[in-house]
């Protein structure tokens, strides 16, 4: 393979700055169609983003021969069918998070890759992102000493300005996310933890429905056993009054601590020499270093940036943080 050439499945408002241009500014890669159910949709971003082909079905655009990879950027209900029959049609896979509805669905994904040639990378973006890559960096050189527990605490009001806004709000509804807020934006968080600190011993979790605006859990509360000895705890409540909401991770070392927003530009840090603020430029399409990792994965030339493997650990912290086992 010389080149990626790319189809969408799923050209909404994630694809429309996100992601969707990222595909056509990198080397080697290629938009050559997109996908929607809705078929003006579907014309209408093809046409804005000059993109050759559309459809308005999956199987349309699979059994386009030219096309070598799919992005997958449904709803996570159907991520599992989809993969699967892109994983059938020998299609290289972006799939976007959370990996599938549950850890059940992602280990049947999983399954069908072992089976197949197919490559698959999730959408795990802020692995890739400067912030979150320094943040692994400094970890690594000890500034703050050993490591000795990491906490995150989103807390947002029930109308939160964190979460991408939808035509039908689907975020909310468990049969098309898989839960609530709390599916949309705790697997970059979590997986970043994952990144940092490696493989996972143990973790419980607890969430229940306070507000009862909708059908999803509103509060989640979790804590992670990491074999390295790292202890974690998370907080993502989204019913609190907007004075109160807060977006933060705090990685206390046994000679400092570093903190950060997962959705700001800085990260602090406090050593035994002094306090420190790094400041990082705004990327205009979010996912394009981990598109850039994904599609020299895909070539051959660099290993997978985030894996099915990954994913799914993700998912089993997911599903036991809801009480779903």
């Known amino acids: 393979m010389e080149k990626v050439v790319w189809g969408i499945i799923g050209c909404g408002d994630v694809a429309e700055v996100k992601s969707g241009p990222a595909f056509q500014k990198i080397a080697n890669s290629e938009l050559l169609a997109v996908m929607r159910r809705n078929a003006n949709k579907a014309k209408d971003f093809a046409e804005r983003h000059q993109v ?79 912030a979150f890559l320094k943040v692994g960096e400094l970890l690594e050189r000890q500034v703050i000493g050993q490591i000795r527990f990491a906490e995150i605490k989103i807390l947002q009001p029930p109308k939160s300005s964190l979460i991408a806004d939808s035509e039908d709000n689907w975020r909310i509804k468990p049969s098309i996310s898989g839960g609530g807020y709390f599916h949309d934006l705790a697997p970059h968080q979590l997986d970043l933890m994952i990144s940092f600190f490696g493989e996972i011993n143990d973790f419980r979790g607890f969430s229940s429905n306070q507000q009862n605006l909708y059908k999803a859990d509103d509060i989640i509360n979790g804590i992670i056993s990491f074999k390295s000895g790292v202890q974690f705890s998370g907080l993502w409540c989204f019913n609190i009054s907007e004075k109160d909401k807060k977006d933060q991770c705090i990685i206390y070392g046994s000679k400092g601590s570093i903190s950060f927003s997962f959705f700001g530009d800085k990260v602090s840090i406090n050593s035994q020499t002094g306090k420190e603020v790094l400041h990082f430029d705004t990327i205009p399409h979010i996912q394009q270093p981990m598109i850039q990792a994904a599609v020299e994965y895909f070539l051959g030339k660099a290993n997978n940036p985030c894996s099915a493997e990954d994913g799914l650990s993700v998912m089993k912290v997911i599903d036991r943080f809801c009480n779903k086992f």
Do not use: C, G, Q
């Open 52 to 130: 050759p082909f559309w459809y308005d079905s999956v199987e349309n655009l699979l059994e386009n021969p030219e096309i070598n990879t799919v992005y997958i950027a449904t709803p996570p209900s159907s991520h599992l069918e989809i993969t699967l029959k892109a994983i059938e049609a020998e299609k290289h896979v972006y799939l976007e998070k959370p990996m599938a509805l549950s850890a059940e669905e992602a280990e049947t994904i999983l399954k069908a890759l072992e089976k197949s040639t197919t490559k698959l990378t999730v959408a795990h973006y802020r692995r890739k992102l400067p």
